[in-house]
């Protein structure tokens, strides 16, 4: 049985279990449910609702395929996502181009409940699978003097609108500090709902961070890179005043254009009550590895 991580749900803490089962059928790689893996759930966690598959994959940010919220679904159909190549580099003892198969073939395949707030202030539950981040960094070997993983998303003009436009730099690029890179809760997903991840979410891989803002979660990922200072970040390069390299969920810490104490639900309709907005999304698992840290200072 694949690890459970105490601070999730799966599938089927929250679907009637004949749709469950038979979800989990057609899952690949699904994983097996025990009674210990329920114990752990808090009261605030047993309330999650994912939301639907319709509004997870309709209304996204994917900069490459255009900025409306609809326009990853209507033109990233066009991305050829077969043959996927992503080049490891930097301070890794296997480094090389490897297949999707090489790098995460034989990883166990979870399914992660997991809240998603966007740094606009809207959010969504969405029920990813994928592999620990931390499973692939030991595959490929991380070196002493590493201290950040960087990421990089494919750039395929033909076929991106917003790339052509230059609507900002690309390739997208991401990173995270190692201990942010090798924390449990990080996965590189490749599926929602059990299914292929569709291209407006990043196919075939991409990032999860459920801890941050949605835009440290990088799309469509063809490089990774360790190195040992802090690699640039995209948002990072548009607007440092407005986006930092951390970005951890923050309700205290306002956006300088807007408030972060709450968000908008996806899915709740044009009247639903704002929710509160927790810190670290409510992932506070993770507080130790900002311990001593300013997080007004490191935004
Ligand atoms: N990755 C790439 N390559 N390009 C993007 O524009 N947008 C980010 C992130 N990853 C983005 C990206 C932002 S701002 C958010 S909120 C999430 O993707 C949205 O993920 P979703 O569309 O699956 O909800």
Redesign the pocket.
């Known amino acids: 049985m694949a690890r459970r991580w105490t601070n999730t749900l799966t599938h089927a803490d929250v679907t009637p279990k004949a749709v469950w089962l038979n979800r989990r059928q057609i899952m690949a790689g699904a994983i097996g449910l025990g009674a210990a893996g329920l114990a752990g759930q808090g009261q605030a966690q047993a309330a999650l609702e994912p939301n639907t598959w319709e509004e997870?994959t309709s209304y996204?940010?994917?900069?490459?395929f255009g900025v409306g919220k609809t326009d990853?679904a209507a033109n990233a159909g066009a991305l050829d996502t077969a043959d996927w190549r992503i080049t490891v580099d930097g301070l890794v003892d296997n480094p090389g181009e490897y297949s999707l198969t090489d790098l995460i073939g034989g990883l166990d395949v979870e399914e992660r409940i997991y809240r998603?707030r966007?740094?606009e202030a809207w959010s969504?539950v969405v029920p990813w699978n994928g592999i620990e981040l931390a499973d692939v960094l030991d595959r490929i070997g991380v070196q002493d003097r590493a201290k950040y993983v960087a990421f990089e998303?494919v750039v395929q003009p033909e076929v991106m609108p917003g790339v052509s436009r230059r609507v900002i730099p690309f390739p997208?690029v991401e990173g995270l500090r190692l201990d942010e890179a090798r924390h449990p809760l990080t996965l590189l997903a490749t599926g929602i709902y059990g299914n292929p991840i569709p291209n407006?979410?990043?196919a075939p891989i991409r990032l999860v961070v459920p801890w941050k803002y949605?835009?440290k979660?990088?799309?469509?990922i063809v490089r990774i890179t360790l190195a040992e200072e802090e690699p640039p970040t995209t948002w990072n390069i548009l607007n440092a005043r407005e986006y930092g390299f951390y970005a951890n969920v923050n309700p205290t810490v306002s956006h300088p254009r807007w408030s972060q104490a709450t968000e908008r639900r996806i899915g709740g309709g044009l009247f639903a009550t704002r929710q509160d907005t927790l810190m670290f999304n409510g992932y506070d698992e993770v507080a130790s590895l900002y311990d001593g840290m300013d997080l007004a200072r490191f935004y």
Do not use: D, L, R, W
Request: proline share 5%; with cysteine.
């Open positions: 997870i996204n940010n994917y900069y490459e990853p998603f966007c740094v969504m998303t997208y407006q979410n990043g949605g835009f979660s990088i799309k469509a």
